[in-house]
């Protein structure tokens, strides 16, 4: 449930900077910040104020220039959490992993916190308390470009292969952002348009088609309870 007492102190509150952390929006205001969280299937969407409300539309910041910015979350999957304090700081917030566009030791710091780790690579790079962004579609595709196994356990992973998967990682991301994410049924951007990025998949729900690099069968299998896609032949 969203926390209407709490959020009334946007009211007559100016927006001064709005930036992102992990999968969290984080609208800062005067005197604290809103904590959006899009969910499965949630989106934000920027309006002329006279628009008619959309189904699942569930809160609106009305602005001072006939505008207006909705949330909208079919499967309530999502939050919208106000905090006084730095959202930096908030319990949603604090213990997120690593920004892997933002450092330049990203490898570095993946195998050190690789070694005692005995998860499959896939789960361990999906984990948001060790790095940030890395979802389903997006781990698979890296770990095909870094020819690394899903399945492979992260201590086993040596440290030439994490420097080839961190690439991998920047180079996937990098161009789902200016693709525009990656559309496979419900996500849409903020102007309303789908993500395109799905265009450029070589793994993610190719499942019985050929590798792009071999031509061997691409194969599903569920890892972490999630599917995952990968070329046996390519990646060992």
């Not at 959020?7 to 001064?16: F, M």
């Not at 079919?74 to 304090?85: E, I, L, S, Y």
């Not at 999906?126 to 470009?145: D, Q, R």
């Not at 265009?199 to 599917?227: D, H, P, S």
Request: hydrophobic fraction near 35%; glycine fraction near 8%; charge should be positive.
């Amino acid at each position: 449930p969203i926390e209407e007492n709490k959020i009334k102190n946007l009211i007559h509150s100016d927006i001064k900077k709005i930036d992102r952390r992990g999968k969290y929006i984080l609208v800062h205001c005067e005197e604290g910040a809103l904590i959006l969280h899009l969910g499965m299937s949630g989106s934000i969407g920027v309006f002329d104020e006279n628009i008619k409300y959309h189904k699942h539309d569930h809160l609106e910041l009305i602005l001072n220039n006939k505008k207006v910015i909705r949330l909208n979350d079919p499967r309530r999957f999502g939050c919208a959490v106000w905090t006084d304090k730095k959202p930096e700081e908030h319990k949603l917030i604090r213990n997120l992993g690593i920004e892997p566009l933002e450092v330049s030791d990203l490898g570095e710091r993946l195998y050190s916190l690789s070694r005692n780790r005995n998860t499959a690579v896939k789960n361990y790079i999906m984990n948001s308390n060790i790095v940030v962004g890395v979802g389903n579609i997006y781990a698979s595709e890296s770990l095909f470009l870094a020819k690394i196994n899903p399945n492979k356990p992260a201590k086993n992973v040596p440290i030439d292969e994490i420097a080839n998967l961190v690439k991998s990682i920047k180079k996937v991301l990098s161009n789902a952002i200016k693709a525009g994410g990656t559309t496979l049924k419900d996500f849409y951007s903020a102007d309303g348009n789908a993500g395109y990025f799905n265009i450029e998949l070589n793994v993610y729900g190719k499942e019985n088609e050929g590798c792009k690099n071999c031509q061997n069968i691409i194969e599903k299998t569920v890892i972490g309870q999630r599917a995952t896609y990968f070329c046996r032949k390519c990646q060992f």
